[in-house]
């Protein structure tokens, strides 16, 4: 199935919004989340798809 780059790009735009927002730190939202600074910050960057966010949590 081919992925959709407009969710994609919007993810990551909300993403980085909500943060600006509510002024959380990519370092605050690894905490809260489980998901690795590095992970996240592609995200916002690149659009990762959200099924690849289930690979980037970080093992507790």
């Known amino acids: ?3 959709d780059i407009k969710v994609d790009t919007w993810v990551g735009h ?3 919004d909500l943060r ?5 730190t990519l370092i605050t ?3 809260q989340t489980g998901l690795s600074v590095t992970h ?3 995200l916002v ?3 990762s ?4 966010v289930d690979r980037g949590r970080r093992s507790r």
Do not use: N, Q, Y
């Open 1 to 3: 199935m081919a992925r």
């Open 14 to 16: 909300h993403l980085k």
């Open 20 to 24: 600006s927002e509510r002024g959380i």
């Open 29 to 31: 939202l690894s905490e």
């Open 40 to 42: 996240l910050s592609r």
């Open 45 to 47: 960057m690149t659009g």
């Open 49 to 52: 798809t959200p099924s690849s």
